[in-house]
Structure formats: structure tokens, C-alpha cells
């Protein structure tokens, strides 16, 4: 009787050892499972993201080859909206935050010395090739804070890095407009309005 008693024992710890580790498997193996459907969610927000680009890339050269086939013998002009240049003080960032309110992003565009060694670029980016010295730093401006580092700015980022469009002074009115455009796929055919900070250098990283 001790024995059986004993066999008994043991065949119920053994029964509770092995619903245990049965547990642990299915709690992993639904982690790994709803880790796997937030990659796949990612990745096809990503492919979706991707491809409105690229249509949205496709329907702009659709329309700048119409345009160019209408005017082919027209002199060429310079079709795209003004921008002009608001200096703002760096404690005073309230034109910076009612941009951002009316039009979900401010473009702050400073001069290639204030800002960081790693966000410089010894010639201009403008598509295409320019081969002129970058003098000028295109940013986005997603939010403003009230935090006192690093003027409460909060920088539009892709995939964690903050975005940006070194240019020469030529270029400064199409990097303005080509930046708003990457991060929001529509234009500004009212004018774009970039802002900068006269002796504010940007430390951030």
C-alpha cells in the first residue's frame, strides 16, 4: 500500500509538471504568434506606405510630362510656389507651433553651421545633381514642447532618424517644398513658409 501510495504520489506531481510545462509552450507559442502578426501588420503598412509613394510619385512625372508637352516650346519658367523665410526667436516658438497646427509640420531651414557634424553635407542634395556646396539644412518640425533642451522641438523622423535635406541657397525654395511633400504626399500650391532661428545652434542627435 506505501508503494502504491507512493507511485500515486509521483504520477501526480509528473501529471502537474507536464500541464505546467504544456502551459508554458502554448503561452509561447501565442507570444511568438502575436509577434508575428505585429511584424506582418508592419511590413504591410510599410508596403502600403511605399507603394502610395511611389503612385504618388508616378502621377507627379504624369503631370510634369503634360506640362512639358503642352509648353514644350514655351520658355521655361519656374512653375513651383513661393516660399518665404520667417526668422522666430529661440525662446519664442508659437509661429513654429500654429504652422504645425494648420498644416501638421513646420519646415525650419538653417544655415549648414548650426546644426550637427553628422546632419552636413559637403554639396547640395537636391534630386537631380547641383554640384553647388550645401549652405542651408531642411528640417520638419512635428511638434513643439515646452521642454528648455534643445529649443522644445520635436523633429519629423522615418524608421527613428530624423529627416533632412542639406541644400544650396539656389535650391532652398524646392527643398522646402519637396521635404513637406515626402512626409505628407500632397503639395502647397498657396506657398510654403520655412522658419529659422538667427543664432540658435541645433545640439541635438
Known sequence: MVED??????????????????????????????????????????????????????????RAQQHQDDDETAPKENHMSKRALSHTAAT???????????????????????????YRQSLCGQPGGCGSPATLVTFAVSEVTDEPDDLGLIYARDDGQIIYFPVCDEHRSEATHELYWHLTGIERPDGIRAYDIPGAHLGWT
Not at 509552450?25 to 504568434?33: G, T
Not at 501588420?41 to 512625372?61: C, I, S, Y
Not at 513654429?96 to 549648414?112: D, F, G, P, V
Request: hydrophobic fraction near 40%; proline fraction near 2%.
Open 92 to 118: 519664442g516658438a508659437a509661429p513654429l507651433a500654429a504652422e504645425i497646427a494648420e498644416h501638421s509640420y513646420a519646415i525650419l531651414q538653417t544655415r549648414i553651421e548650426r546644426v550637427p557634424t553628422c
Open 5 to 62: 501510495a507512493v507511485t500515486e504520489s509521483t504520477s501526480a506531481v509528473e501529471q502537474a509538471v507536464q500541464q505546467r510545462i504544456q502551459a508554458a509552450r502554448i503561452r509561447v507559442a501565442a507570444s511568438q504568434q502575436r509577434r508575428d502578426e505585429l511584424s506582418a501588420a508592419r511590413r504591410r503598412g510599410l508596403a502600403a506606405r511605399h507603394a502610395n509613394r511611389l503612385r504618388n510619385l508616378a502621377e507627379q512625372a504624369q
